[in-house]
């Protein structure tokens, strides 16, 4: 099932036995970093959605260079910002192809971030201009990702998962590092948004998908050791049975995704009438039988290439350029 499939965004990568046997483990881990940054979007643009779209619009402006190329580096200086005149511009369409949105849905929420100062219209599309990614809430939330970051690879690596924590998270844990910094969170945004895809392909909406998981890490937190029970339900022919699952509450999730009750309660409902979370005594749990369906699988085989990457990624993360 595994040996097979080609990763999505990886060309002539295919997910390996290796990956199958852990996962499952992988996703559990990787899931708390991703619902972290979830957290992270909320409190610097005031909503899922808003975050969302800026780290998209963001990435389309400056995906085009080469992260870790010498001329990528100069052009981005010291802060480690592009200036507005290398954003490439990215249409309405083609965001909302790439969030999985509809188009008008898309359309009214960039323009209220444009009417917020968040975005910029310019020919050709829109860009996130350099005056956002420079606002104070900014830099903390660049900080604070680096963070989680650290963590989500440590944990990895204390699970055998990664040969050995980035160096590069040092680097930009210095009173100097802010450049090493926002390149971090340019990689992490990066995974980040292909984890998203991820959820649309299982659950077959974003937001549905971020509801979902939220109720997946909440079921098997307790599984998290890097020991015992968290690796017995480590490989992909290992789903943690219902009975080992522990239901959540409706106001829990939406504690945890910091959304108004009411939102999460109708999100829920949705899930419970397409059957992807079911009730139990003590809330909800998403049952093991949709977690062994062809596209969870796939996207769990994904998402082990997609960390892995991101490992190497940072690992190649050259040093900060030195002061002029």
């Keep these: 099932m595994s ?15 290796e990956d199958g046997a852990v996962a499952r483990i992988i996703a559990r881990v990787s899931t708390e970093y991703v619902l972290r940054g979830f957290q992270l979007l909320v409190d610097t643009y005031g909503d899922i959605r808003a975050g969302l779209l800026v780290q998209a619009i963001n990435i389309a402006n400056v995906g085009y260079t080469d992260a870790q190329a010498e001329e990528t580096r100069t052009a981005a200086g010291a802060s480690g910002v592009f200036p507005d005149e290398m954003r490439r511009p990215v249409t309405i369409a083609r965001l909302a192809d790439s969030a999985g949105l509809p188009f008008e849905s898309v359309r009214r929420a960039v ?30 939330a660049v900080l604070a990702n680096v963070g989680y970051v650290r963590k989500f690879m440590r944990d990895l690596h204390a699970g055998g998962l990664i ?43 974003p937001r549905a998908g971020i509801v979902a998981q939220t109720i997946v890490a909440a079921n098997t937190a307790h599984l998290d050791t890097r020991e015992g029970g968290g690796w017995r339900y480590a490989g992909i022919d290992q789903p943690p049975p219902d009975e080992a699952r522990r239901p959540v509450s409706v106001s829990r ?17 949705r899930l419970l009438e397409a059957d992807i979370c079911v009730r139990t005594q003590g809330g909800v749990i998403v049952p093991a039988a949709l977690m062994v369906s062809p596209a969870a699988v796939q996207a769990m085989l994904a998402n082990v290439g997609y960390v892995r990457k991101f490992a190497r990624d940072l690992d190649a993360v050259p040093p900060m350029p030195r002061p002029e």
């Design 3 to 17: 040996a097979g499939y080609v990763l999505p965004g990886t060309p002539r990568e295919k997910a390996s036995a």
């Design 163 to 205: 040969g050995q924590v980035p160096a590069s998270l040092a680097a930009a844990a210095t009173v100097d590092g802010t450049w090493v910094a926002r390149l971090v969170t340019r990689l992490s945004s990066e995974y980040f948004l292909r984890a998203l895809e991820l959820l649309a392909d299982i659950y077959g909406d």
């Design 253 to 269: 999730i939406a504690e945890s995704l910091d959304l108004p009750y009411e939102t999460v309660r109708r999100h829920v409902e």
């Design 111 to 140: 323009q209220q971030l444009i009417g917020e100062g968040l975005c910029q219209r310019v020919p050709g599309g829109v860009i996130v201009p350099r005056t956002t990614i420079e606002r104070p809430e900014n830099l903390r």
